[in-house]
Every structure is written in C-alpha cells, then in structure tokens.
C-alpha cells in the first residue's frame, strides 16, 4: 500500500503577521482567520521569515507588520520585493490594554501587532523612497553634531567649575570664538593633567567643527539636486527658514501632498492641542507629546525670527502674548508659521511679508 501525504494549502486565505523587530532576533506571531497560531524566535531576515511562511502556510496571502525604531524601512522593502504585504506603523498606534502593559514581552508584542493588523487597526507611516532616506540621514548628520559640540563645551566649562576658575565677564557669554579658545589655552593652571585635559577637549570642539562645516557644504549641495531645489528656493523665502530648516523640511517631509489638509501636518508636527472633552464641556490643554521634534523646534525658530521681520507676526504675537503669555503665543505663530509654508510649498511661489491671513 502506498502512502500520500498530501500538505495544506492556503490558496485564497490570508495570514496576518506581527513581528517585534530586535538585532539579534526577531519575535513572530501568526494569525488565521480571528485565531492565534503560533509565536516563534528567528534569525533577523526577511529570507528566514519568507521560508517558515512558504513551507508552513502555501500559497497564502501574507500580511505583516512592524512597529518604527532602529531598523528603518529595509525589512519592509525586502519583504515587498519577496511578495509579502508588509506595513510598518508607529508604536503608539498599537492598541494596548492594561494587561498587556503590564506584561510586555517580545511574544506578546508581536501578537498585539498581529491581532491590531488583522482587526485593520493600525494606520501606515509614511514610507520615503532610499534616495530620500538617505538624503535624511545626512541632515540629520548635522543635529547630531551639534549634540556633539555642545557636549565637549558642557565638559571644559564642567571641568572649570571644579578647578574653581571662573569666566571672565567679556567671556560670560562667550559663543566659543577663536579669542576665548585662546584664551583657555593660556590658563596658568597648576596640574599639568588639568592642562592637558582642557587640551584635548579643545581638539574634540575644533574637530566637531570642522565637521559641522563640511555637512553644511553639503547640505547646500544637496539642496541644489533637481527634486529639492525649486522647493527649497521658496521654503527659504519664509523669515527664518535658511538651508538647515529647509533641508529638513524638503527631507523629513519628502511630498506635503501626502497631508489632506492642514489639520494632517499639524498634527503631524505636533502643534495640536490636547483635549478633554465630557458632555457639553470641551477643554483643550497643552500641544500634544506626539511629535516630530526636529520639525517642531525648527519652526518656532523660524517663528521667533518671523516676529522680528514679519509685520504680520508680529502683530500676531503681541495679540496672542496679552491673553496666553510669551510661550503660548510663540506655538501659536508657529501654526501659523506652518500653515503658510504648506501654502508656499503647494504653491511654489514665494513668501510675503505684512499679510495678515
């Protein structure tokens, strides 16, 4: 007597999958039909994760997801090119519950993303194409030396503080010049380390320089590339918009026309209130914690320049300062600030000073 094993085929059926995204490892929770399946650890592949689905589930149609973080956008592209349907979501999207909160877990996380996607409850983030994906990571680039600047300064001003040398007056806010640089050169101090140490995180402040200049070279290179440039003319025409915001913007933003209308990109900026609402009572507090952060700081930067040369916002500003104060009033020109650069974007024509709405 012969024997036939015949496999399961999954031909018309959909199989929604969560993963939890580590280096190492990669956590997976398969779904079918409302129910669980099962949890698994693999190698960090899309090749592995392709070869369980296929010899497990054939001829399936295969739905996955992922939370945002370290890993970027590859593991999505990977799999779409691999014939996997793959989405990847924010992680304050995922529903959680109070359980769940309480017992986090690689499994249990990549079985809330699956059950999230199978319910259709998690919203795509925007996905950008490599080219600007790594146009980003140059902008970026300059962010973070900046972070590396102003910890090497905190560590000789630090370092001052505990040999008891104070600054002199004309040095008190001192913005590193060439002149004050010298000048802790030539400190007469008694421990030859101490010299030594302020020496070598003088080099660390002149290195990080030096490179800060060569990104910003080439951040106005970039801008120059045909897919930014016209955008980037007309965003530097808004007051305090200069190569770095606009490349940020241009960057981290890629097509404006993916927000529906303003109350999108507010959101997504993170100049939207908060609100509590019960009843017939509507309170609205601060601007939500959900943000884009280097947008956000960006902006009202260009805001508190915008009340220095714009008639119009500076009209703005001392309305809304004689209700809310100084700090509220500031977010609430940025909005507006906002709104007219999406307008100057969608338009691509220049910013104009002095008008009012």
Known sequence: MTKVTEKPDFTGHTLFVGIDVHAKSWNVSVYFNQQYLKSFNQPPTPEALQAFLQQSYPNATYKCAYE???????????LLHRGIGCIVVNAADVPQTDKTIKNKTDTNDSKRIAQALQAGQLTPIYIPDEEI??????VRCNERFS????RSKNRIKGLLYQLGIKLPEYFSNSNWSNQFIQWLRELDLKNPSAKITIE????????????????????RALLKKERYSTTAKFLMSVPGVGPITAATLVTEI????????????????????????????????????????R???LIIEAAWTAIRTDPAMTITYNQFKLKVGAKRAIIKVARKMLSR??????NQIEYETGLVK
């Not at 994906?133 to 140059?138: F, K, S, W």
């Not at 650069?341 to 969608?346: C, F, K, M, N, T």
């Open 68 to 78: 945002s973080g370290f890993c970027g956008y590859w593991i999505q592209r990977e």
């Open 133 to 138: 994906e790594a146009d980003r990571q140059l």
């Open 147 to 150: 972070n590396d600047l102003t």
């Open 200 to 219: 070598h995180q003088l080099v660390m402040v002149e290195h990080i320089r030096r490179q800060k200049l060569d990104v910003l070279k080439d951040i």
């Open 254 to 293: 890629d097509d404006m026309k993916r927000f529906s209308n303003f109350e999108h990109l507010n959101s997504f900026i993170g100049y939207y209130p908060s609100q509590f609402s019960s009843g017939e009572n509507i309170h609205q507090g601060n601007i939500i914690g959900r943000q884009h952060k």
């Open 295 to 297: 947008l956000r700081s």
């Open 341 to 346: 650069i999406r307008y100057v974007w969608l």
